[in-house]
C-alpha cells in the first residue's frame, strides 16, 4: 500500500504507458489516492490489457501517442496531471528499430507536452531513465547534474531528448515538468518478452527449469528498484512545488549484481538449469551502476523500501499466482 496522498484526491489523471508494470502500479496508487479519473493511454505494443487494473475510477484508451486524434480525445477530459511513461523500450529495442525509437520517444513526447501546455495541465512527468542520460562514463554514484551527450543507444539518446523538451517546455511556456530518472525498474506486472528487463525474463526461464542466459561476466552491477518505490516518488515528485523543472533519481541506491539476481531466482524457483555466459553485446559498455538519491530524499522525501531479496519474492510470487496469462502473454 502506498501512503495516501492528498494531493490527488478528486483529480484527473492521465497515464501514458499505463498497461505496463510501472504505470500499472502507478494507476493503482492513484486509485487509493481516491483520484477521480485515471485516463490510461497505452497500444499494447509491448503491455496487456489484463495488466490495467478493473476499477470504475479507470478508463482505458487503446491508441498510440502519435496519433493525433486520439491525443485531442485524451486531451478533451483536461487532466490536471499527466504522467509520461510510454516509450519504445528499450536499449536493444532501439538498436534494432533506431527510426521508431525516434519517433514513440521523441516525436511522441513532443505532442504530448505540446496538448498538456494547450490544455493547461497543472503538472507533467516525464518518466526518463537514469541507466540513458549518464552514459557509460559518469563516476559512480550517479548524481543528477552529470549528464553525458556521448550515448550508448537511441533508446538513451531519446531518453535524454524527452528531458530537453521539458525543459524547453518548462522555461518557455511555463509549464510545469519534473524528469523522474527510473534505474533498472522490477516487480508485479512487468511480462517476460525479447525486450524486456532481466528479472521477468529470468524467473521466465527458471520456472521452466532453463538456463538462465548472462551477457558478460555476471559481475556487472545494476541499481535495480522495486517498482513501488519508483511509484512512492513518482507521486512524491509531480506534487511537491520544489520538483518543478528539475529532475531526480528514483533508485535504491545500491548496486547488485546480475549474477547474484541469477542466483537468487535459480535458488527461489528450485530451477537446476544454471546458468549460460553469452558474449556481452557490443552496446553494453556500462559495467557499475548505483545511483545518488540523496537530491530525491531531500526535496521529495523519497526513501526507498524494498529490499531486493524481498522484492524478488514479490515478483516471482505475482508471476506464480498469474503464470498461465503471463507464459500466453510473452512474447520471445
Known amino acids: 500500500m502506498h501512503e495516501h496522498i492528498s494531493e490527488y484526491k478528486g483529480k484527473t489523471v492521465l497515464v501514458t504507458g499505463g498497461a505496463g508494470c510501472i ?18 493511454l497505452d497500444d499494447l505494443s509491448s503491455s496487456y490489457r489484463w495488466n490495467v487494473p478493473d476499477h470504475p475510477n479507470v ?24 504522467f509520461h511513461l510510454a516509450a519504445l523500450f528499450a536499449n536493444q529495442n532501439s538498436v ?29 512527468l516525464f518518466a526518463s531513465s537514469g541507466c540513458s542520460v549518464y552514459g557509460s562514463h559518469a563516476p559512480l554514484p550517479f548524481k543528477e547534474d552529470f549528464v553525458c551527450i556521448d550515448l550508448d543507444t537511441p533508446y538513451q539518446i531519446t531518453k ?68 513501488d518505490d519508483i511509484v512512492a516518488g513518482t507521486l512524491r ?25 541469477a542466483n537468487a531466482i535459480n535458488e527461489s524457483v528450485g530451477n537446476k538449469g544454471g546458468i549460460e555466459f553469452r ?16 537530491k530525491a530524499a531531500s526535496v521529495l522525501g523519497y526513501q526507498p523500501k524494498t529490499q531486493i531479496k524481498d522484492g524478488i519474492k514479490r515478483t516471482i510470487a505475482w508471476f506464480l499466482e498469474n503464470r498461465e496469462i503471463i507464459e500466453a502473454s510473452a512474447k520471445f
Open 23 to 40: 504505470g500499472s502500479n502507478l494507476t493503482r496508487a492513484l486509485i487509493e489516492a481516491e483520484a477521480e479519473s485515471v485516463f490510461v
Open 160 to 227: 535524454l531528448l524527452g528531458e530537453l523538451y521539458c525543459n524547453f517546455f518548462n522555461n518557455l511556456y511555463g509549464l510545469a515538468t519534473v524528469r523522474a530518472r527510473f534505474f533498472n525498474v522490477y516487480g508485479p506486472g512487468e511480462v517476460p518478452g525479447r525486450y524486456r528487463n532481466v528479472i521477468p525474463n529470468f524467473i521466465y526461464l527458471a520456472l521452466q527449469g532453463k538456463p538462465l542466459p548472462i551477457t558478460g561476466t555476471g559481475e556487472e552491477t545494476r541499481d535495480f528498484t522495486f517498482v
Open 279 to 294: 558474449p556481452k553485446r557490443n552496446w553494453d559498455k556500462s559495467t557499475r551502476r548505483r545511483a545518488s538519491i540523496e
Open 96 to 124: 534494432d528499430h533506431p527510426e521508431k525509437d525516434l519517433l514513440v520517444n521523441g516525436l511522441g513526447t513532443l505532442k504530448l507536452l505540446q496538448h498538456a501546455h494547450e490544455t493547461r495541465v497543472e503538472k507533467f
Open 59 to 82: 478508463h482505458f484508451i487503446e491508441g498510440s501517442i502519435l496519433d493525433e486524434e486520439t491525443l485531442k480525445d485524451v486531451f478533451s477530459h483536461n487532466p490536471q496531471y499527466v
Open 237 to 261: 515528485a509531480a506534487v511537491t512545488p520544489a520538483a518543478v523543472g528539475k529532475a531526480f533519481n528514483l533508485a535504491s541506491e545500491t548496486e547488485t549484481s546480475v549474477l547474484t539476481i
